[in-house]
């Protein structure tokens, strides 16, 4: 049954993992999203509906734990926050190599280094430029509200299992730890067969499965990347998910994502007001990018502020995009800092309008 | 004539169906063949091949998928015990062990190690320690006796300023999550028939659920050593097994 709660984005993002039928989670406790892991181990899923939820000694373990499980065909996954997500990037590249589902949560925090708690979107760079070694990418949705986290727990299950890859959910400190209304949808089932690439012992009549991310020969290790890259076409092709916002007589244009953009959003109300007819296009996909949007809207308007909480990383996406067709500029608060409305509307008129 | 002499009731011993057809990497008189035959037979004796899912190291035996006729998933340097806590915990029913290097399991993924033992996995460990780095060249180990040569202790161990062996296999017989712990070796048929005894013995105490089996098997590594085979052989004997007992550690009660 749908269920209508009053949530904090962690919980509810825990909430939606019980019921996108996933059968493990595998975390480490760091803030601000240490409220997954509490609120599995509170729930006692594996009561609920069998999911099994582990506290690993570390980050890496956890991740590897992912990888063992993911091997099994189940549906895996873990959640950290960006120190925690550096280290599993060794464990996620190894995923991506063997072509494994599972469900990565990252609840950015501001760095570099130990950084602060506080909400950042620093992290994006790692999440859909690879962060991990050799050439693989991550499926990467953006949430910007409690909602979004719930139905993007389940999107994610089902595009992991889809495509056989890493999906990872880039939220931040601020979705992770605000409340807000949610929707809950319904209980779904758990696997119960297990795809044929999947470890489950050695049937008689077939090869032994074998997980594995390693080709000793060049020739062969070539193939795998124009396996996984003709993958990624693919993904390119079918999952740009954006939403537009006044976008049809726009003459600026704002982008951002997350929380960022919810505020970039007021900005553009606050702007309308004053006559500048702007407008906002909001990635949930940050890779694959909605790059055709962004190069038509780009044939349409006069500039194009990306605000972001972090020193500039998804403009160099747009400034892509927008191949020289119009300028891109950025606005950014980082090291945990929210930008406000008022700021970014002054952005728009200093770096755009009259820059 | 031979041929009257292929029979089925005379056959004495077989390659065991657990091991594959492929010629095996490894150098000439290398311990981890004779280990793999032992392991395979352990686990074809007890009937376990459809229900056993392996987990192999980064080292020298990272292809040991391609010889185990079994499931296998090949994890990252040091991290096979978390990825086979994965594989047991979604699959607690299965029989699961990992398959690992003295660096593999007693240098970057001790705690990994340390962490499966002490949470009590029901899971088999398997470790091979030959002191040495085998797959990189001969570097140091956590392992490596103190004034043992390797190529990044090219004067020998200096405890001094690299530090102590690490005896692992004690330090994880201390810990209240493990079942049965044992070290053995595989460089005479009576050593590595012992060997097999002690995997088909963790195997069967899987099933029991009590906690971690934990099997090393001090072995030689030729190549890395800059030995023959026999010389390596000899070498263990005289320098490894003083300082790595064989025996078992901790029996259940
Ligand atoms: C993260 C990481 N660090 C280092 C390596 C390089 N490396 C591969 S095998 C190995 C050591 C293997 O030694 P051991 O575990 O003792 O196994 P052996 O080869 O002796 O059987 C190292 C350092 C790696 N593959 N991954
Ligand atoms: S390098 Fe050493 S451990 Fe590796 S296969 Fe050769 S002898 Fe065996």
Sequence with gaps: MKELRLMKGNEALAEAAIRAGADAYFGYPITPQSEIIEYLMRENPVERTGMIVLQAESEVAAINMVYGAAGCGKRAMTSSSSPGMSLKQEGISYIAGAELP?????????????????????????????????DYKLIVLAPATVQESVDYVKLAFELAFKYRNPIM?????????????????????????????ATVGKKPGRDSVIVTSLQLQSEEQEKVNLRLQAKYREIEKN??????????????????????????????????EKGIKVGLIRPQTLYPFPVDAINKLAGQVKGILTVEMNAGQMVE????????????????????MIPSPDEILNALEQKIIGG | MAENLIKPENLVYEKTKVLTDRVMHYCPGCGHGTAHRMLAEAIDELGLQGETIGVAPVGCSVLAYYYFDVDMTEAAHGRAPAVATGIKRVFPEKTVFTYQGDGDL?????????????????????????GIYGMTGGQMAPTTLPGMKSSTSPRGRDVATMGNPLKITELIAQLPGTYFVTRQSVHTPGNARKTKRALKKALEYQKLNKGTCFVEIVANCPSGWKMTPVQSNKWMEENMFPFYPLGDIKVPE
């Design chain 1, 102 to 134: 599972c469900v990565l949560v990252n609840v950015v925090r501001g760095g570099p280094g130990l950084g602060t708690i506080q909400p950042s979107q620093s992290d994006y760079f790692q999440a859909v430029k690879g962060g991990g070694h050799g």
């Design chain 1, 169 to 197: 959910i880039l939220s931040d400190g601020i979705i992770g730890q605000m409340m807000e209304k949610v929707e809950l949808f319904e209980q779904q089932p758990r696997l119960t067969e297990a795809p044929e690439w």
């Design chain 1, 239 to 272: 999952e740009v998910r954006y939403e537009t916002h006044l976008c049809e007589d726009a003459e600026y244009l704002f982008a951002a994502f997350g929380s960022c953009a919810r505020i970039t959003r007021k900005a553009m109300e606050m702007a309308r």
């Design chain 1, 317 to 336: 996406d747009v400034r892509l995009a927008v191949n020289g067709k119009t300028k891109v500029e950025h606005f950014g608060r980082f090291g945990g």
């Design chain 2, 106 to 130: 007693a240098a970057i993924g001790t705690a990994e190690t340390i962490h499966a033992c002490n949470r009590g996995e029901n899971i088999l460990i398997v470790f091979i320690n030959n």
